[in-house]
């Protein structure tokens, strides 16, 4: 239950905390909000003295975090989070910042300056709303910050270092965490005590309420919003784009003064838009045009999302982003002469591929876009060639058939190809061409995630692992680069094993990693410290799951570990959509949430369940296998 209904509003939405603060995730949680946390690689090092006031440090600090993952999530992830919420707690005495202390020398520098005086703690805090359009991240930023004042006591020197020996203050603001043992120093606080501790809640939720609260035209320019509205004020409310969210958009004004580091413009204030790369339609620079009925765009975009996934899928198959590759300009006849087709069907395709941002146009001709070179191209180290030949030869038959597939709750193999396939992969694996094409898929999608999962946990305690189903050895491969003392035994099919060598990779010693065959279902599974299991459970109907766990757990020793790697829902299982919508092919499997998987391999004997969820395609699991004499 979500107790506060601006808080409600979120639910929709995936919404993500770019932090790692526990103390934050905790705030956010015991609130009912659901999010998924992927942390700032945002180095804290601003110059503060180019800073007038401390609170504007912590402010740019927070927003540079948020801005950080919304970019990486959207560009190496291509998960585009509808919001991002960044945050940055800093203790102030003397006009002087403290962020964390280094070293136990440092907290009680910090310690000590605080010592019987009052100090301001602010946080700031980024909301960040993206949106993706033509493939280009549009984000607007709104920002605050909140002031706390804290006293301490006069403290002994001994108490401080006690207290520094205790560990507490090393990854906490000022050095102190007046949530716990740190408290005890604290004579009196003043304003939010949550924003001491590191997210101030009470101003976020004034804040989304300004945000999505819909006013009349008549106090659009003069309502001030200090209070979180009451239940009865939020029946205005409206959902997801046609809130008043949208409306302040339009009503914001572009300034192009600041740019932030990568590049994009944002206004410095409260409520800001960053846009990259393109420009603001003319209506919405005129404040007129709020009384306008807003284009219902996220509904557009997917009445149109099967043109521009077939559009996608053609080229690829046409393999004109290969053609273009280390190319200057091309002209659309010339690419047309290379791929054998019309010159007017050809310009088309290569017209739209540019309006999706695939391709750039230019007088000169064509020519690929940053994101066509790395990810479009078959040879590229992360090319997504393999699955987008997949999704069009496989997946885009199989959904024609969507209707069918609801109304009878079944997979249309027999529709979508003439055949039934009695088992899951026995139709890839008919022929060659198919078992080819099947693999490059599986291969596309492991390379992008495998560093992600390789290094969700740390790995390094395990000698020997067995990826079973591990298909081409991509996450092997990335495996043994990330621990080099470990040995992978790739377990797979023979008709998978036969044709491995294509995918390995090239300048890379392969000796730690071996391929052996075998059916996972029926045939004695390798020994190994750690089991692995990625994209395998998800497509298994419960008894064959059945079958699979208990053998692992049977040949898991006490203290062994097993990793599965998969999409992991959310509890209420709407997000992350990629999940939610490949479960529409109707396999006997299912996609599940942290709970659910928690509650899986426990029942198999695996204890100290871990999740992580990555932010890439695949989040990761990992438990251990119960120790007997426990
Ligand atoms: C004063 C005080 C601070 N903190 C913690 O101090 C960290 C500040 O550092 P940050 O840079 O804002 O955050 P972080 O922990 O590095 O996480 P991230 O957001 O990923 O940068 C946050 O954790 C806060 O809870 C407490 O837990 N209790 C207190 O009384």
Known sequence: MVLN????????????????????????????????????????????????????????????????????????????????????????????????????????????????????????????????????????VTDFYEETKVKFSELSEELLWEYIHSGEPMDKAGGYGIQALGGML???????????VGFPLNHFCKKLAELYYLPSKHNIQHKKYDSIPSVDTFENLSDGE???????????????????????????ENTSAVRTGFTVPLENQNAVSQSAP??????????????????????????????????????????????????????????ACASLGLLEK??????????????????????LHGYIIHSNDHLWPLFTNLEFAVKEGSRQNHRAFGKKADDLFKDYYHRQE????????????????????????????????????????????????????????VFDLPEVIANTSYFQPSGQHTAPVTFVSGDFFKDNLPEADLYILSRVLHDWPDEKIHVLLSKISAVCKPGSALLVAETVLDEQKTHPSVAVLQSLSMTEGKQRSSSEYKQLLEKYGFTDVQIKITGNLLDAVLCFKKNLSL
Request: net charge positive; charged share 25%.
């Open 242 to 268: 046609s809130s008043n969210f949208t409306e302040r958009k339009v009503a914001s004004k572009l300034d192009h003064s600041g740019m932030h580091s990568s590049g994009a413009a944002y206004t410095s």
């Open 434 to 489: 198919v078992k080819q094409r099947f693999m490059a898929a599986m291969h596309s999608i492991a390379r992008l995630t495998a560093r992600d999962v390789a290094t969700a946990f740390d790995l390094s305690q395990f000698k020997s692992a067995c990826d079973l189903g591990g298909c081409t050895g991509a996450l092997a491969y990335e495996l043994v680069q990330v621990y080099p003392n470990l040995k992978v035994t």
């Open 294 to 351: 807003k284009l219902p765009s996220k509904i557009l975009e997917l009445m149109d999302g099967f043109r521009a996934s077939k559009a996608l899928f053609v080229a690829s198959k046409l393999k004109i982003f290969d053609h273009l590759k280390d190319k200057g300009p091309t002209k659309a006849v010339d690419i047309a002469n290379y791929v054998g087709a019309s010159v007017c069907g050809t310009e088309r395709l290569l017209d």
């Open 5 to 140: 209904p601006v808080l409600g509003k979120l639910v929709s939405k995936r919404v993500v905390l770019a932090s790692a603060s526990p103390r934050r995730q905790e705030i956010l949680t015991n609130v009912g909000l659901r999010f998924e946390v992927v942390p700032s690689w945002f180095k804290e090092t601003l110059e503060k003295s180019s800073f007038t006031a401390p609170y504007e440090y912590a402010v740019e600090t927070a927003k540079q975090k948020a801005l950080e993952v919304a970019n990486r999530m959207h560009i190496k992830h291509m998960r585009t989070p509808d919001i991002v919420i960044g945050a940055d707690t800093i203790v102030s005495v003397d006009k002087q910042i403290l962020e964390k202390p280094v070293d136990k020398q440092d907290a009680y520098r910090m310690l000590s300056r605080l010592n019987g005086k009052e100090h301001s703690v602010f946080t700031g805090v980024a909301i960040i709303h993206c949106h993706s359009k033509d493939n280009q991240l549009e984000m607007e």
């Open 186 to 196: 604290v004579e009196y606080v003043h304003g939010d005590f949550l924003n001491v």
């Open 362 to 383: 230019t007088p000169q001709g064509y020519s690929n876009t940053d994101s066509a070179n790395t990810y479009l191209t078959s040879d590229g180290k992360y090319s």
